[in-house]
């Protein structure tokens, strides 16, 4: 499977954002998708998942509350709705797939909130 994160962009703080990762292959369904992000010169920390059905999914703490991750099986997307952002929030954000223990990368799109 290939990935490409679609819709970052300059947001003002409070602002929302949403990103979409859209994938190109088969059997998209069955991947666990979930989305990263990285600012230079720090380790890439999970930001959100789903799994296959879209029933299961895992926020990390910093966004809990404030971003949604859903998807559409049949657009072979998952989108990452972003509310309240803040400028903590400002990195590049990768889309990863994951089935039967192997992972894809997809390119990041860069997400920059001002104060």
Avoid at 19 to 34: E, M, N, P
Avoid at 39 to 58: C, D, H, L
Wanted: glycine share 12%.
């Amino acid at each position: 499977v290939q990935l490409q994160a679609f819709g970052g962009g300059l947001v003002q703080a409070g602002g929302s954002l949403t990103l979409s990762c859209v994938a190109s292959g088969r059997d998209f369904s069955t991947y666990a998708i979930g989305w990263f992000r990285q600012v230079p010169g720090k380790e890439r920390q999970f930001v959100a998942s789903i799994g296959w059905n879209g029933v299961s999914t895992y926020y990390a703490d910093s966004v809990r509350g404030r971003f949604t991750i859903s998807r559409d099986n049949a657009k072979n997307m998952v989108s990452l709705q972003m509310n309240s952002l803040s400028p903590e929030d400002t990195a590049v954000y990768y889309c990863r797939a994951v089935r039967f223990g192997i992972v894809y990368w997809g390119k990041g799109t860069l997400v920059t909130v001002s104060s």
